[in-house]
């Protein structure tokens, strides 16, 4: 009777490795949707292409590539396959239309493991020939919006944004209006007045004689 409980308990034990009847949704949210890169990241990339685009986060190449109808079926199951594995950082978009304009992606380019370091073959290849501008973006800090219009628009095809000036205060150039001295001006009345100096008294030519003779002396 014991082995028979036994060996009831031992079936029951491997029947439930194979059998899970628990909550089919143990799932917690995340943190946070973006890292503290990707947030910073997307703060600059608003600042910088402010109204003109809409930008949309990680999106799958299965939403902005299709198949050529004229691909085999052999061929659309494989680029299939591969469109709905690649997922895209940030994808602009024009604001009406919501037509595709620009590819986005933040490389780690730190270490050859890093986020996207290693350039996919499929996924720029498969953007160039669908016309679509495809950008690979360094996480690097002080990067600025200028920075990044400046490279939207030489992949856009577009004028480069103007630098603005960076002013760390305002300097005169010079007086607006002329110095006055600093030293106390004297009035006419507080001028002292001119030293009326003796006329010197002609000497004789005794008189002439005899000093040099005395500095002749004294010498």
Known sequence: MLLLVLL?????????RFIDNSNPFQVAPKAALFSPVERSFLSL?????????????RVKLADVLDVRDSATEKARRSILLKLNAK????????????????????????HREGHKAVPD?????????????????????????????????AKLGK???????????????????????????????????????LPTPALSHSQIRAQSTALIQAS
Do not use: H
Request: aromatic share 6%.
């Open 8 to 16: 009831v308990v031992l079936v029951a034990l491997v029947a439930s």
């Open 45 to 57: 990339l608003e600042k910088a292409v402010a109204s003109d685009y809409k930008i949309i986060n």
């Open 87 to 110: 997922y895209l950082d940030f994808l602009l978009c024009e604001p009406e239309t919501m037509k595709a304009i620009a590819v986005i992606d933040l490389v780690n380019a730190k």
């Open 121 to 153: 073959w499929f996924v720029s290849g498969a953007l160039e020939t669908a016309g679509i501008p495809y950008l690979r973006i360094a996480i690097k800090a002080g990067y600025t919006v200028t920075d990044l219009q400046a490279a939207l628009a």
């Open 159 to 197: 004028p480069a944004p103007k630098a603005e000036p960076m002013l760390k205060g305002l300097v005169k150039k010079g007086p607006t209006r002329p110095i006055r001295s600093l030293k106390p001006q004297l009035s006419k009345t507080t001028m002292p007045a001119p030293v009326n100096r």
